[in-house]
Protein backbone atom coordinates (compact mmCIF):
# COMPACT_ATOMS: atom_id res chain seq x y z
CA UNK A 1 0.00 0.00 0.00
CA UNK A 2 1.13 3.29 -0.79
CA UNK A 3 1.73 5.17 2.09
CA UNK A 4 -0.20 8.70 2.31
CA UNK A 5 2.31 10.89 2.21
CA UNK A 6 3.57 9.62 -1.00
CA UNK A 7 -0.59 9.77 -1.88
CA UNK A 8 -0.45 13.47 -1.08
CA UNK A 9 2.29 13.77 -3.21
CA UNK A 10 1.78 11.73 -6.24
CA UNK A 11 -1.62 13.78 -6.46
CA UNK A 12 0.11 17.22 -6.20
CA UNK A 13 2.00 16.52 -9.02
CA UNK A 14 -0.55 15.12 -10.97
CA UNK A 15 -2.34 18.28 -10.16
CA UNK A 16 0.52 20.49 -11.70
CA UNK A 17 0.73 18.75 -14.94
CA UNK A 18 -2.63 19.66 -15.84
CA UNK A 19 -2.81 22.74 -14.10
CA UNK A 20 -3.33 25.67 -16.06
CA UNK A 21 -2.66 28.99 -14.37
CA UNK A 22 -5.29 31.71 -15.17
CA UNK A 23 -4.95 34.56 -18.19
CA UNK A 24 -3.50 37.81 -16.41
CA UNK A 25 -4.36 41.11 -17.26
CA UNK A 26 -2.50 43.04 -19.56
CA UNK A 27 -1.70 46.09 -16.77
CA UNK A 28 -1.83 46.36 -13.51
CA UNK A 29 -5.01 47.88 -12.08
CA UNK A 30 -4.65 51.71 -11.20
CA UNK A 31 -6.72 53.78 -9.17
CA UNK A 32 -8.01 57.23 -11.14
CA UNK A 33 -4.67 59.54 -11.59
CA UNK A 34 -5.30 62.40 -8.29
CA UNK A 35 -6.50 65.70 -9.10
CA UNK A 36 -4.33 68.70 -7.39
CA UNK A 37 -7.54 68.98 -5.52
CA UNK A 38 -7.20 66.33 -3.88
CA UNK A 39 -3.63 66.42 -2.88
CA UNK A 40 -4.23 67.03 0.98
CA UNK A 41 -6.34 64.04 0.89
CA UNK A 42 -3.48 62.14 -0.41
CA UNK A 43 -1.00 63.49 2.13
CA UNK A 44 -3.86 62.83 5.16
CA UNK A 45 -3.74 59.13 3.79
CA UNK A 46 0.08 58.55 3.67
CA UNK A 47 0.65 60.31 6.96
CA UNK A 48 -1.91 58.30 8.95
CA UNK A 49 -0.64 55.12 7.66
CA UNK A 50 3.10 55.70 8.35
CA UNK A 51 1.66 56.76 11.99
CA UNK A 52 0.02 53.34 12.14
CA UNK A 53 3.35 51.81 11.57
CA UNK A 54 5.03 53.48 14.08
CA UNK A 55 6.74 56.20 12.04
CA UNK A 56 7.02 59.65 12.60
CA UNK A 57 5.73 62.63 10.31
CA UNK A 58 7.25 66.30 10.65
CA UNK A 59 6.70 68.79 8.09
CA UNK A 60 9.41 71.58 6.86
CA UNK A 61 9.62 74.39 4.29
CA UNK A 62 13.33 74.67 4.12
CA UNK A 63 16.78 73.14 4.40
CA UNK A 64 16.51 75.17 8.07
CA UNK A 65 13.66 73.73 8.79
CA UNK A 66 14.81 70.18 8.14
CA UNK A 67 17.84 71.24 9.90
CA UNK A 68 15.97 71.65 13.24
CA UNK A 69 13.80 68.58 12.77
CA UNK A 70 17.10 66.43 12.29
CA UNK A 71 18.56 68.32 15.01
CA UNK A 72 16.06 67.60 17.19
CA UNK A 73 15.80 63.93 16.33
CA UNK A 74 19.27 63.60 16.86
CA UNK A 75 19.34 65.07 20.26
CA UNK A 76 16.63 62.56 21.20
CA UNK A 77 19.01 59.81 20.14
CA UNK A 78 22.25 61.15 21.52
CA UNK A 79 23.09 61.24 17.95
CA UNK A 80 26.23 63.85 17.09
CA UNK A 81 26.79 62.08 13.52
CA UNK A 82 25.50 60.63 10.84
CA UNK A 83 25.71 58.91 7.45
CA UNK A 84 23.34 60.59 4.34
CA UNK A 85 22.98 60.18 0.88
CA UNK A 86 25.24 63.13 -0.96
CA UNK A 87 24.44 66.78 -0.81
CA UNK A 88 22.54 66.96 -4.57
CA UNK A 89 20.50 63.56 -3.68
CA UNK A 90 18.75 64.52 -0.39
CA UNK A 91 16.40 67.11 -2.60
CA UNK A 92 16.83 69.74 -0.25
CA UNK A 93 19.70 72.49 -1.34
CA UNK A 94 22.11 73.75 1.92
CA UNK A 95 21.25 70.86 4.14
CA UNK A 96 24.29 69.14 5.05
CA UNK A 97 25.48 73.00 5.61
CA UNK A 98 22.89 73.69 8.11
CA UNK A 99 23.27 70.61 9.83
CA UNK A 100 27.31 71.20 10.28
CA UNK A 101 25.62 74.85 11.70
CA UNK A 102 24.08 72.86 14.39
CA UNK A 103 27.02 70.51 15.43
CA UNK A 104 26.71 67.68 13.69
CA UNK A 105 29.11 65.70 11.49
CA UNK A 106 28.47 63.91 8.66
CA UNK A 107 30.44 60.61 8.35
CA UNK A 108 31.66 59.37 4.99
CA UNK A 109 31.26 55.76 4.09
CA UNK A 110 32.50 55.40 0.17
CA UNK A 111 33.81 51.63 0.87
CA UNK A 112 36.37 49.87 -1.13
CA UNK A 113 36.13 47.20 -3.15
CA UNK A 114 38.68 45.33 -1.69
CA UNK A 115 37.05 42.73 0.99
CA UNK A 116 39.93 42.93 3.65
CA UNK A 117 39.34 47.00 3.50
CA UNK A 118 35.76 46.74 3.62
CA UNK A 119 36.18 44.72 6.53
CA UNK A 120 38.39 46.62 8.54
CA UNK A 121 36.07 50.34 7.72
CA UNK A 122 32.59 48.51 8.54
CA UNK A 123 32.38 47.77 12.20
CA UNK A 124 33.47 51.80 12.72
CA UNK A 125 30.02 52.75 10.80
CA UNK A 126 28.08 50.96 13.49
CA UNK A 127 28.64 53.75 15.92
CA UNK A 128 26.58 56.06 14.17
CA UNK A 129 22.61 56.30 15.20
CA UNK A 130 21.28 58.17 12.45
CA UNK A 131 21.22 58.19 8.58
CA UNK A 132 19.85 60.73 6.53
CA UNK A 133 18.17 60.14 2.58
CA UNK A 134 16.23 61.63 0.06
CA UNK A 135 13.15 59.41 -1.59
CA UNK A 136 12.31 59.19 -4.62
CA UNK A 137 8.77 58.53 -4.22
CA UNK A 138 5.88 57.48 -1.45
CA UNK A 139 3.14 55.02 -1.33
CA UNK A 140 -0.35 56.62 0.20
CA UNK A 141 -2.31 53.65 0.98
CA UNK A 142 1.09 51.78 2.77
CA UNK A 143 2.57 54.78 3.95
CA UNK A 144 5.57 53.70 2.20
CA UNK A 145 8.55 55.74 1.18
CA UNK A 146 10.94 54.62 -2.23
CA UNK A 147 14.43 54.50 -2.31
CA UNK A 148 16.25 54.04 -5.12
CA UNK A 149 20.28 52.92 -4.43
CA UNK A 150 22.73 54.71 -6.47
CA UNK A 151 26.27 56.98 -7.09
CA UNK A 152 25.92 59.20 -4.02
CA UNK A 153 22.78 57.58 -2.75
CA UNK A 154 24.13 54.12 -0.74
CA UNK A 155 22.19 51.77 0.73
CA UNK A 156 24.00 51.92 4.51
CA UNK A 157 22.38 55.05 5.05
CA UNK A 158 19.13 53.54 4.83
CA UNK A 159 19.99 50.47 6.60
CA UNK A 160 22.79 50.47 8.98
CA UNK A 161 21.90 53.10 11.68
CA UNK A 162 19.04 52.53 13.89
CA UNK A 163 17.41 55.83 13.41
CA UNK A 164 16.57 56.80 9.42
CA UNK A 165 15.39 60.25 8.26
CA UNK A 166 13.83 60.17 4.92
CA UNK A 167 13.17 63.42 3.12
CA UNK A 168 9.76 63.19 1.36
CA UNK A 169 8.43 65.93 -1.56
CA UNK A 170 4.49 65.76 -0.60
CA UNK A 171 4.64 66.20 -4.89
CA UNK A 172 5.98 62.52 -5.13
CA UNK A 173 3.19 60.75 -2.99
CA UNK A 174 1.23 58.21 -5.46
CA UNK A 175 -1.68 56.67 -4.05
CA UNK A 176 -0.62 53.48 -4.57
CA UNK A 177 2.56 51.32 -5.32
CA UNK A 178 0.68 49.95 -8.67
CA UNK A 179 0.05 53.90 -9.84
CA UNK A 180 3.65 54.57 -8.91
CA UNK A 181 5.64 52.23 -11.35
CA UNK A 182 2.80 52.90 -14.04
CA UNK A 183 3.76 56.57 -14.12
CA UNK A 184 7.76 55.81 -13.48
CA UNK A 185 8.50 52.58 -14.77
CA UNK A 186 12.03 53.74 -14.90
CA UNK A 187 12.56 53.19 -11.56
CA UNK A 188 12.96 49.59 -11.29
CA UNK A 189 16.60 49.94 -13.71
CA UNK A 190 17.64 53.43 -12.03
CA UNK A 191 19.57 51.92 -9.60
CA UNK A 192 20.88 48.98 -8.20
CA UNK A 193 18.24 48.42 -6.18
CA UNK A 194 14.63 49.51 -5.66
CA UNK A 195 13.50 49.99 -1.96
CA UNK A 196 9.85 50.16 -0.70
CA UNK A 197 10.06 50.77 3.27
CA UNK A 198 7.04 50.93 4.93
CA UNK A 199 7.45 52.17 8.86
CA UNK A 200 10.48 50.86 11.15
CA UNK A 201 11.79 47.46 10.78
CA UNK A 202 9.62 45.01 12.08
CA UNK A 203 10.27 40.86 12.95
CA UNK A 204 7.78 38.81 14.52
CA UNK A 205 8.88 35.01 16.07
CA UNK A 206 6.61 32.18 15.95
CA UNK A 207 4.99 32.78 18.67
CA UNK A 208 3.90 36.72 16.83
CA UNK A 209 6.05 38.57 19.64
CA UNK A 210 6.73 41.77 17.70
CA UNK A 211 10.65 43.13 18.01
CA UNK A 212 11.56 46.63 16.04
CA UNK A 213 15.06 47.23 14.72
CA UNK A 214 15.95 43.58 14.48
CA UNK A 215 16.88 44.02 10.55
CA UNK A 216 17.02 47.62 9.91
CA UNK A 217 15.93 50.92 11.63
CA UNK A 218 14.20 50.89 14.49
CA UNK A 219 12.98 54.38 14.04
CA UNK A 220 12.10 56.37 11.03
CA UNK A 221 11.70 59.86 10.46
CA UNK A 222 9.85 61.60 7.16
CA UNK A 223 10.28 65.03 6.79
CA UNK A 224 7.29 66.08 4.29
CA UNK A 225 8.77 68.91 2.22
CA UNK A 226 6.95 71.22 -0.61
Known sequence: ?????????????????RAVLPGAEATPPRTARV???????????????LVALTGHVHHA???????????????EHGARTFLSWDGGELGCDGLLEALASRHLTRVAYDLAFDAAQRAGAVPGLGDVILGLTGSDAAIADAGAIVLVSGPGRGRLASLLPP???????????HPTLPDLLADHPELVARGANLVVIAGPSRTADIEMTLTHGVHGPKHLHVILMP
Open 1 to 17: MTPPKDQVLGAIRHSLR
Open 35 to 49: APADRPALLRQFEQA
Open 61 to 75: ASAGEAADIIAAVAA
Open 163 to 173: VHVALVSASRI
